[in-house]
């Protein structure tokens, strides 16, 4: 029998992502190699999403991305809005046998909600949720909603309901793992990297004091609040800095941007990104926030590029301290642990990342996910 999965990706951003997109980057990194394997998908996404499916329902003609700048109770409108349309879909309809959900906050309480004729729902957490246990406050889809986990560390920390209904967790992946221990090497450069939204939890601010002191070449790529490019930053003028992640920016980041030794390039996507982390001589995360999944880290592993981090969230479990990258639980240690880390094996980091982190494994992992979560739903 051929699965039938409504894939939700939510409202915010099309699949695949223009560029920074962590939500839409697994749904377009899972839903091919779940196609592979026969499962049918029809995604709920927004019109402009390109990636191909057997079906789409949209809601909204383009990504809201922009609303998640509003009022909280003004982004769950939004999500909401995303989840009423897809339940109107899918009204009448009994072909979808599982909705795979990654709409935080939402998407659970309203599939939940839909009582005893909805599908069974596994809702892929993919936040830190223990500062925001209210989030998941209404889980009464009893044995039909369950929840999955990106790390072991991140289930550790759900609050217990969370816990309650999980059926474990996948680890994410990239396609850049695919083949990666076959890949020829790549000349390094003198550059240390940092991957990711500039914001408090990823630590860009302490990375880059760290550059300054130690001395070491660093970019900073990605995202400060909806401003992808630096020239886009500066004609936003004093109304941007209403966003905490720009003010992060301006406050604690930007005073350690000197354009030479420390540089912020605004989002990187595609090739260049891959070149930029490929040619460094490590990928720096100074967390400061429990990771709960970590796009970023097992890229640059499958990159050939050693991780140097705070032991935070899903760090230990992604990355092997001494082998794959270096670890550790005092935060002003980092800049010293990026001069050791060119004495590890980039082959030793691809094939860690071809082993563990390729779409074909995270997708097997959930087929099995599906069929647990049905056994549970089916009246015993
Ligand atoms: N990313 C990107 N360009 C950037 C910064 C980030 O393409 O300039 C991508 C990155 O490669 C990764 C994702 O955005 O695929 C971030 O996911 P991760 O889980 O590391 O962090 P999140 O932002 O979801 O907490």
């Known amino acids: 029998m051929t699965l039938t999965v409504l894939m939700n990706a939510g409202p915010w951003l099309s699949v695949p992502p223009p560029g920074y997109g962590g939500i839409e980057n697994v749904v377009a990194t899972l839903v091919p190699e779940l196609r592979r394997l026969g499962v049918r998908v029809v995604l709920a996404s927004v019109e402009s999403s390109t990636l191909p499916v057997d079906e789409r329902i949209s809601v909204f003609p383009d990504g809201q991305f922009h609303a998640l700048q509003r ?3 003004e982004v769950c409108g939004v999500a909401q809005a995303h989840l009423h349309g897809v339940v109107r879909a899918l009204h009448g309809r009994d072909d979808i046998d599982l909705v795979h959900d990654h709409v935080e906050a939402a998407g659970l309480a309203t599939l939940a909600a839909m009582g005893p004729d909805a599908p069974p729902a596994l809702h892929t957490l993919h936040w830190d949720l223990a500062k925001h246990p209210e989030l998941y406050g209404n889980l009464d889809g009893g044995d039909r909603v369950r929840v999955n986990g990106v790390s072991a560390a991140q289930l550790a920390r759900a ?3 969370l816990q309650e209904h999980s059926v474990g967790h996948v680890h994410l992946s990239t396609p850049l793992a695919v083949g990666a221990d076959r890949r020829p090497p790549v000349a390094k450069g003198e550059h240390v990297v940092i991957l990711g939204r500039i914001n408090p939890g990823k630590g860009q601010d302490l990375g880059a004091r ?17 401003y992808h490019r630096p020239e886009d930053l500066a004609a936003a003028g004093d109304e941007a800095r209403q966003n905490p992640d720009v003010r992060f920016f301006y406050d604690h980041v930007a005073p350690h941007v000197d354009g030479d030794l420390v ?3 605004g989002t990187v996507a595609g090739q260049e990104r891959d070149d930029l982390v490929a ?4 990928s720096l995360f100074p967390l400061r926030w429990e990771e709960p999944g970590g796009t970023a880290v097992v890229e640059s592993l499958a990159l050939g590029t050693p991780v140097v981090a705070t032991a935070r969230g899903c760090l230990p479990e992604l990355v092997e301290h001494g082998r794959t990258g270096l670890l550790t639980g005092d935060e002003e240690e980092l800049g010293e642990l990026v001069l050791a880390a060119g004495l590890l094996e980039e082959d030793e980091c691809r094939r860690e990342a071809a082993a563990r982190f390729t779409p074909e494994l995270m997708a ?9 979560v049905r056994e ?5």
């Open 376 to 380: 549970l739903a089916a009246p015993s």
């Open 71 to 73: 009022p909280y109770n």
């Open 263 to 265: 540089r912020w390039v």
């Open 210 to 226: 760290l550059a300054r002191q130690v001395g070491f070449p660093l970019v900073l790529a990605g995202p400060v609040g909806p």
């Open 364 to 372: 097997q992992r959930y087929v099995e996910l599906y069929e647990r």
């Open 279 to 282: 040619g460094a001589r490590a």
């Open 159 to 161: 609050p217990r309901a």
